[in-house]
C-alpha cells in the first residue's frame, strides 16, 4: 500500500494510511477499501481543479457522491465511502492539516426500498396446480406431490415463513376451527387462518401420505416429512418450489419467501385490514407491514376511477 508523495493528496492519503494501519489495527482488506475510497476521492477533486483536502467543503462532497451515484454505485457502497471519508477527515482535523471536518454533516446514503416481488393470483394458481393434479383429474397425484401440494398451500393460505413451515407439528393444524398455530421469529406465537383449501389438501397428505412417511424414522410430531420420514429441510422445499416453478413455466424467480410476500399483498388487494395483515404475518412493527401497501396502487386508482363522481368528467 505505497503511495509516492506526488501531491499534497498523495502526501495525506500516505500518513492517512500508516495512520489506521497502525492505530487502528485494521486487515488488509479494509485497510485496501480505505486506500480505494479516499484515493477515488482525490482524483474528483483534482478533476475539480482542488489541490488539498483542506480546501473541501460540503457542496463539493455532496457532488462527489452525486457522481457516485450516477456511476451506478447503489447506496450500501455509497454508504462505505462516506464511512471511509469520515475518518479520513476526523484524521485530518486531528493533526491540523483540516479546520473543519466537512464530511461529518454528511448524511448516510439511504438504502432505496425494494418493493417486494410478488405472484399475480393467477400465477400463483397456476403454481400450486402444477405441483399435484386435483382428486378430480383422470390422472392420480404421487404421494410426494401430495406432501408438496399441501406443503405450498399452507405457505399460500398462511403466510409462513419457510422456518415456519418445516417446522409446524401436527397438533398446530386445528382442523375444527381453521387456525394454525405458529411458532415465529424469537418464538412468537400467533395464531393464522388457514381456510378451507389447505385445510383439505393437508388432510389428504395426513391421511394417505404421512402415515407411509412415519414409518422410517422417529417424527417428533412433524407434520411435513421427507420420504425418509426426517423433517423437510430449507434446501428441500427451495427444491420443491423450483420444481414446481419449472413445471408451472413461471419466468419469476419464485423462491420460499416469495409465498409470504404474495399471501400479504393479495390479502390488501382483496381490502384487508392492514393490522389484520401485521397480525397474520407476525410482525412486531406495523412499519414492516406497510412495504406491502404501495403495490396496490393500481387497484386504488381503478377503484377511484370506477367510484368517484369526478373521476370521470
Known amino acids: 500500500m505505497s503511495i509516492a508523495a506526488k501531491t499534497p493528496f498523495d502526501r495525506d492519503l500516505k500518513r492517512f494510511l500508516q495512520f489506521i494501519r497502525l492505530e487502528k489495527g485494521l486487515a488488509e482488506l479494509t485497510l485496501s477499501a480505505y486506500e480505494n475510497d479516499t484515493r477515488r476521492l482525490a482524483e474528483f477533486l483534482d478533476s475539480c481543479g482542488i489541490q488539498r483536502f483542506s480546501d473541501v467543503n460540503r457542496t463539493i462532497l455532496r457532488q462527489f457522491f452525486e457522481m457516485l451515484s450516477d456511476a451506478g454505485l447503489g447506496a450500501s457502497s455509497r454508504a462505505r465511502y462516506l464511512s471511509s471519508i469520515k475518518q479520513l477527515y476526523r484524521y485530518l482535523t486531528s493533526v491540523g492539516i483540516s479546520e473543519t471536518n466537512v464530511a461529518e454533516a454528511i448524511e448516510m446514503p439511504r438504502k432505496a ?22 382428486e378430480q383429474s383422470a390422472v392420480p397425484a404421487t404421494p410426494l406431490e401430495i406432501r408438496d401440494r399441501a406443503l405450498l398451500e399452507t405457505m399460500y393460505a398462511c403466510g409462513l415463513r419457510v422456518s415456519e413451515v418445516i417446522t409446524l407439528r401436527q397438533h398446530d393444524v386445528l382442523p375444527e376451527v381453521e387456525l394454525v398455530r405458529v411458532l415465529g421469529k424469537g418464538s412468537k406465537e400467533r ?7 389447505a385445510m383439505r389438501w393437508i388432510e389428504r397428505y395426513r391421511t394417505h401420505v404421512r402415515p407411509d412417511l412415519a414409518k422410517h ?20 422445499v427451495w427444491n420443491i418450489i423450483q420444481s414446481a416453478t419449472s413445471r408451472a413455466h413461471l419466468t419469476k424467480h419464485v423462491h420460499p419467501h416469495l409465498f409470504r410476500h404474495s399471501f400479504a399483498t393479495h390479502l390488501l388487494e382483496g381490502g384487508a385490514d392492514l393490522r389484520a395483515v401485521q397480525e397474520m404475518l407476525g410482525h412486531a412493527d406495523i412499519g414492516t407491514t406497510q412495504i406491502y401497501t404501495h403495490i396496490d396502487r393500481e387497484y386504488v386508482k381503478e377503484v377511484h376511477v370506477m367510484f368517484h363522481p369526478r373521476s370521470r368528467r
Not at 191 to 197: A, D
Not at 218 to 233: E, H, N, Q
Request: hydrophobic content about 40%; aromatic content about 2%.
Open 113 to 134: 426500498s425494494r418493493l417486494p416481488e410478488t405472484l399475480t393470483v393467477d400465477e400463483m394458481n397456476q403454481l400450486l396446480n402444477a405441483v399435484a393434479p386435483s
Open 191 to 197: 395464531l393464522v387462518p388457514i381456510g378451507t383449501t
Open 217 to 236: 424414522h422417529a417424527t417428533d410430531d412433524v407434520l411435513f416429512l421427507s420420504r425418509r420420514g426426517k423433517g423437510l429441510s430449507r434446501m428441500s
